[in-house]
């Protein structure tokens, strides 16, 4: 018998190599360069002044010399980065809890048979289908301390108006409330498709049993969305953790960088005021790495209590 040598694998799987070549030959200059580049950018003192640009005719060539970790170094020693990974952690825990139970509960809800089921899912999964820039300009507008549709029945009702996107606090509360409008379409979706892959077998004899509702839920349900809900879990703290839209468009990470996630405070450091490519860089890869120290994390904890195959 010959020896399955690489060549002759290369050989066999061909036609894999082929599908798969596009793929990673995109992904290598829409994520790899980017993120090599970063790396780079992250050990230097690049900034708006001293990197290289065209002015006309005129071509400056570039200054900016390597230093190292001293971005890493600064970005630890500033309180501020601090205050806004603590908001950052509460605003994804927050999100990411009221998607889960949001979801699930409207899943429950929608695996019943109940009349005009097809058109009850077609408008919870609006908010998801509709571009979230969309729906953040449109909540922006139903904020509006002076104009908008939420302090307008406040006022009909003879109650004061919210400053929603004024106040610190409401501020907070007002891009939580939007955020979660916004997934909780897409945790009810998946977790809909896992709860109609469990065995109806299994409440019959349960409830033969006598086991009541909440029995059910506890030792069928929860247990048989296990690998549905982590993935839906890991996947909803990343998107939460990055999510740039909600907090830009609503608030602008104000009032007074009240709402600033890590995210939003990389995007200025780069692109407003004075330009500072590399600390911006070096924001993006602790985010990075905050990311998947919390992915690395969670899938060991799910391992050690045995819920995580493969």
């Given at each position: 018998?010959?020896?399955?040598?690489?060549?002759?694998?290369?050989?066999?799987?061909?036609?894999?190599?082929?599908?798969?070549?596009?793929?990673?030959?995109?992904?290598?200059?829409l994520v790899g360069y980017p993120l090599v580049r970063g790396v780079y950018l992250s050990l230097t003192d690049a900034n708006e002044a001293n990197v290289g640009r065209t002015i006309g005719m005129n071509e400056i060539p570039a200054t900016y010399s390597?230093?190292?970790?001293?971005?890493?170094?600064?970005?630890?020693?500033d309180d501020t980065f601090w205050l806004r990974l603590g908001w950052t952690a509460l605003w994804t825990l927050a999100c990411v809890f009221l998607h889960v139970s949001i979801g699930l509960g409207l899943a429950m809800l929608l695996n019943r048979r109940v009349r005009f089921r097809g058109v009850y899912r077609m408008l919870?999964?609006?908010?998801?289908?509709?571009?979230?820039?969309?729906?953040?300009?449109?909540w922006r507008y139903l904020l509006n301390h002076d104009f908008g549709l939420a302090n307008g029945m406040l006022r009909a009702a003879g109650l004061p108006a919210v400053n929603w996107l004024d106040d610190p606090t409401m501020a907070k509360i007002s891009v939580i409330t939007v955020n979660v409008w916004l997934g909780?379409?897409?945790?009810?979706?998946?977790?809909?498709?896992?709860?109609?892959?469990i065995p109806g077998e299994l409440y019959e004899a349960s409830r033969v049993d006598g086991a009541s509702a909440w029995q059910q839920f506890r030792n069928i349900t929860l247990p048989m969305l296990r690998p549905v809900s982590q993935t839906v879990i890991l996947i909803g703290t990343i998107w939460t953790f990055n999510q740039f839209p909600v907090i830009f468009l609503l608030t602008r990470g104000g009032p007074d960088s009240a709402t600033e996630i890590l995210v939003t405070a990389a995007y200025r450091d780069a692109f407003t005021g004075i330009r500072d490519y590399s600390g911006a860089a070096a924001n993006g890869l602790v985010i990075l790495a905050l990311l998947v120290i919390m992915a690395w994390a969670y899938r060991r904890s799910l391992r050690k209590h045995g819920e995580v195959w493969g």
């Open positions: 018998m010959r020896p399955f040598t690489r060549k002759r694998w290369t050989s066999a799987h061909w036609y894999a190599w082929t599908m798969v070549a596009p793929v990673a030959i995109v992904m290598g200059v390597f230093v190292g970790l001293d971005n890493y170094l600064q970005i630890m020693q919870l999964v609006l908010p998801w289908a509709a571009p979230a820039f969309v729906s953040t300009f449109i909780v379409a897409f945790n009810m979706v998946a977790l809909l498709g896992g709860l109609q892959s």
